[in-house]
């Protein structure tokens, strides 16, 4: 019953792929495909639902910072990384350097650029590439997840206003040590390539609150899933995130490759690609195809309609409740 719900999500999206357009400004991206897209559902009963361009690889960009925050949330500590980026929404443009000049002394929030940069600082001195790039395909579950080279390098010949940025944030001495190397490891991790399914497993994850649940394996603390799922639900769909919230209502991180990552707690993780973009960075499609979906299957973070008449309603048998799951630690 899912799959023409997932069918139907996918005509929505391809009506609105004339509106729009990839990103040019990381030349390399100008490649893709306007015409792709594609969805893939994964839920936590262990079913798995896909519609068509699902095993595209494309650079994850910015649902990398979904990521960094994680990481450097395990690594060291709330505290530590909140003392040096907030939690509000900007409002502003992903790359503007404009509030964190004029107004702020640190970056609004981690889903921006300045705010991932500064998260990056976090991570650098602690963990090689290497290992970064072993615990991402741990976290989505794909260990064919690589560095896409001609993107890693075109980003690095388009870098003047991230380098701006960094260099911004070192002198007001939010970032220490290597701004190279600090710029380096971010424009890696938005290099790295995935595909839908991919994005899927990783909104799985946090749907399940860190465990992996093919393996049973802990990955993530409840505390940290907590957190960076507030965090996308706030600020993921860059200066869209509070109409999205409103009309969606579903934890999502997007990306200017065209990737959306979406997590729906307890229930399931939901990957997308299409990377027409509409003028904020998102994707065009994309957006729509959870609009849809949020209304079908009654995904909204604060939906009125219940569990089980969403199910009857889709000629579904009706599960059983969720097992409750373990208590989170108070946010430090
Ligand atoms: N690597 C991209 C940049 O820093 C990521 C942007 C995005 O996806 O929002 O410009």
Do not use: W
């Not at 981690?110 to 615990?135: H, Q």
């Not at 604060?302 to 009857?312: I, K, M, N, T």
């Amino acid at each position: 019953m899912i799959t023409p719900v997932l069918e139907q999500a996918l005509l929505e999206g391809r009506a609105m792929l004339p509106g729009g357009e990839v990103a040019t400004y990381i030349p390399e991206l100008g490649k893709a495909n306007p015409g792709h897209l594609g969805i893939c559902l994964r839920t936590l009963d262990g079913k798995r639902f896909q519609a068509g361009d699902t095993d595209v690889r494309f650079s994850m960009q910015s649902i990398a910072k979904v990521i960094a925050l994680a990481v450097a949330l395990e690594l060291c500590g709330f505290d530590a990384v909140f003392d040096k980026v907030g939690m509000e929404p900007s409002g502003d443009a992903f790359n503007s350097l404009v509030k964190l000049e004029v107004s702020s002394s640190h970056p609004y929030n981690p889903m921006i650029n300045s705010g991932a940069i500064v998260v990056c600082s976090c991570i650098e001195p602690e963990l090689t590439f290497k290992e970064l790039l072993r615990r991402t395909r741990m976290l989505c579950m794909d260990p064919d997840i690589r560095l896409d080279d001609a993107v890693f390098r075109s980003e690095m010949t388009h870098i003047s206003r991230n380098r701006a940025i960094a260099y911004l944030l070192e002198s007001k001495g939010i970032i220490a040590g290597n701004v190279e190397r600090v710029l380096e490891l971010y424009v890696r991790l938005c290099s790295l390539s995935v595909t839908a399914e991919s994005l899927a497993s990783l909104g799985l994850l946090l749907a399940s609150g860190g465990v992996n649940p093919d393996t049973g394996e802990r990955l993530l603390q409840p505390c940290t899933v907590q957190t960076v799922t507030t965090i996308m639900m706030t600020c993921g769909m860059y200066d869209g995130s509070g109409e999205f919230a409103v009309r969606v209502g579903i934890p999502s991180k997007s990306g200017v490759g065209g990737g959306i990552l979406s997590t729906v707690s307890q229930r399931m993780g939901i990957g997308i690609f299409g990377p027409a973009l509409d003028p904020k960075g998102n994707s065009v499609a994309g957006v729509r195809m959870l609009e849809y979906l949020s209304r079908q299957l009654g995904l909204h973070l604060f939906s009125q309609e219940s569990r089980e008449s969403v199910y009857r309603r889709l000629g579904l048998s009706v599960p059983p409740p969720p097992e409750s799951s373990p208590p989170v630690p108070a946010t430090p």
